[in-house]
């Protein structure tokens, strides 16, 4: 979800008849001079819950300093503006944004999260440690809408898209046994969001939606871990995660990333404090994991019935 300062403009000039024209002012893309960037530069808020069903959520981030951690991730990059990082009640919604200079987590979403994870350790992951996945994701997922839209980096394609695979890179470039985890835990959630909807039509309203599927959007993830790192990712196909015919595209699918990454991204990124954020352990999970599902031991291996293959292989390879 996103709704920044270039959309609103866009809104503003469609509403004034700006974008009717088919003239384009082509100005060549610019970086941000440098003296107008800072690095530090963001803000955090634990707002209290109106719903004293979220207390406990907003207790236990508090107290694991989430939000500070974010705060420290992020400091390395370079913007024009301070943004602030709030986790906050929204009045029954599960979601998060970033819209007037904020990104905000609802409460409702760490919930939804929570449900939707499983109950007992699976493939190596607590429940505790299958939330941090999917949190850490969102997070980094609402910061690429920030990085995008405040540093006005250029992109194809939806901004959603583009926030996913901003946050799916990052997730990558941790340690390999915290990437493993992260990715794990992110898969949890979007695995049981698809398979949720297997068998349904989806509707048309979500054809058209800003963001893909469900399905899409986990696929993708597992496509960019497998192409980061075939090894440590390699149950992507062993466990019928990805077609054959998506699998052999990752490698490339992660390469492409990268390099927008380093070409567009980097140069806001202060390379100290990079080293600094880099150096530090980020995550204390429950369970020790190993770094690929062959080394696991068998019983932690297993795939649970409801992690069943046939949920990730309906597609069979497609040629087109
Ligand atoms: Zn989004």
Redesign the pocket.
């Known amino acids: 979800?996103?709704m920044g300062v270039r959309n609103q403009f866009l809104s503003f000039a469609a509403a004034i008849g700006l974008l009717c024209c088919p003239v384009i002012a082509s100005a060549a893309y610019e970086p941000i001079p440098a003296e107008k960037l800072k690095t530090d530069q963001f803000d955090i808020e634990y707002v209290e819950p109106k719903n004293p069903a979220h207390r406990p959520i907003y207790e236990m981030m508090k107290e694991s300093r989430i939000l500070e951690k974010f705060q420290a991730f992020l400091a390395p990059i370079r913007l024009p503006i301070r943004i602030t990082l709030k986790l906050e009640g929204c009045d029954g919604v599960a979601n998060?944004?970033?819209w007037d200079d904020a990104i905000k987590v609802c409460y409702e979403y760490l919930e939804y999260v929570w449900n939707q994870t499983p109950k007992m350790t699976k493939r190596g992951l607590s429940p505790k440690d299958a939330m941090v996945g999917p949190l850490v994701d969102v997070f980094l997922?609402?910061a690429?809408?920030a990085v995008l839209e405040v540093l006005d980096i250029p992109f194809f394609g939806r901004?959603?898209e583009a926030?996913?695979y901003f946050a799916t890179y990052l997730l990558l470039q941790f340690c390999k046994d915290d990437s493993r985890r992260l990715i794990l835990g992110a898969s949890f959630l979007s695995g049981r969001e698809a398979m949720d909807d297997q068998g349904k039509a989806p509707e048309l309203r979500l054809l058209a939606d800003?963001?893909s599927l469900p399905a899409q959007r986990h696929f993708n993830r597992w496509c960019m871990a497998y192409g980061a790192d075939q090894v440590l990712f390699a149950d992507a196909i062993s466990f019928g995660m990805l077609p054959k015919s998506r699998a052999k595209h990752c490698r490339y699918e992660y390469q492409t990333n990268e390099y927008a990454f380093k070409k567009l991204i980097s140069p806001y990124i202060d390379e100290e404090l990079k080293k600094k954020v880099m150096a530090r352990k980020w995550f204390q999970f429950e369970t020790p994991v190993a770094a690929t599902m062959m080394d696991m031991p068998t019983e932690t291996a297993t795939v649970a019935p409801e992690d069943a293959p046939k949920a990730f292989r309906p597609f069979g390879d497609r040629t087109r």
């Open positions: 979800m996103k998060a944004t970033f997922h609402e690429g809408h901004e959603e926030a996913d800003t963001h």
